[in-house]
């Protein structure tokens, strides 16, 4: 059973670009979350989806982050107009109910 | 809101002994769980070790169990017979934020496994 998956692993990216990281759950899961990590700090949530729908974003930025989970395909979290400060870790989580959280190996975004 | 504390910036164990790892919590809520990830310096988050606040005994998965003291607030890490495999960043969690899926994070112990 595989697990969680994610992709690009390493992102880089030029200020003003857009960064798309995609996020596969674990087969029958159907809860996602998205995390993000600044260096030598834990996990931030940013947000909660489940199919077609967000479920909570309280921690998502109010401009330029987006995040969806469509009815096909990964879920997807975008960054539109990159800046440095967007440099970080971002996981993906998933689980099969809001129970335990199992993560993605995560995308490095580097903003240059 | 909750909040999650690791007053360990850094651990060193010698390798084949045990090591505890502290986290201290605090939350309103009456039901709430206690989450226990690792993050090797491949940079992947695994779980570890769950412990609910209505369990009745401590947790164990393998050599990972949990030390839980509902009265003190602490949840914490114990590893038996460390392995150089466990050098580690390690994460204490729980939900918060009035959901039980919003997890927040302590800020971690980094352990060093010396051989």
């Known amino acids: 059973n595989a697990g969680v998956m994610q992709n690009p692993r390493h992102l880089v990216r030029r200020r003003g670009q857009e960064a798309r990281l995609r996020c596969s759950p674990m087969?029958?899961?159907?809860?996602v979350y998205w995390y993000r990590q600044l260096p030598e700090e834990g996990l931030k949530f940013m947000v909660y989806?489940?199919?077609?729908?967000?479920?909570?974003e309280s921690g998502m930025p109010k401009e330029r982050f987006s995040a969806e989970f469509p009815k096909e395909g990964p879920s997807i979290l975008r960054i539109q107009q990159v800046v440095r400060g967007d440099s970080a870790a971002y996981f993906c989580?998933?689980?099969?109910?809001?129970?335990?959280?199992?993560f993605g190996p995560g995308t490095r975004l580097l903003v240059l | 809101a909750q909040k999650i504390t690791q007053t360990q910036p850094g651990m060193f164990v010698q390798e084949k002994e045990a090591v505890t790892l502290d986290c201290t919590y605090d939350?309103?809520?009456?039901?709430?769980?206690l989450f226990w990830y690792k993050q090797p310096s491949s940079g992947e988050m695994i779980f570890l070790i769950y412990?609910?606040?209505?369990?009745?005994q401590n947790a164990t998965e393998g050599r990972y169990s949990l030390n839980f003291q509902k009265a003190r607030k602490s949840a914490n890490l114990v590893i038996s017979a460390s392995q150089l495999g466990d050098s580690a960043m390690y994460f204490c969690?729980?939900?918060?934020?009035?959901?039980?899926?919003?997890?927040?994070f302590g800020k971690g112990t980094l352990l060093t496994v010396n051989p």
């Open positions: 989580a998933s689980s099969p109910a809001t129970e335990t959280q199992y």
């Open positions: 087969k029958g899961h159907s809860h």
């Open positions: 989806l489940q199919k077609e729908n967000i479920i909570d």
């Open positions: 939350t309103s809520d009456p039901s709430y769980g």
């Open positions: 412990q609910g606040s209505y369990d009745q």
């Open positions: 969690a729980m939900p918060g934020g009035g959901s039980n899926y919003k997890l927040t």
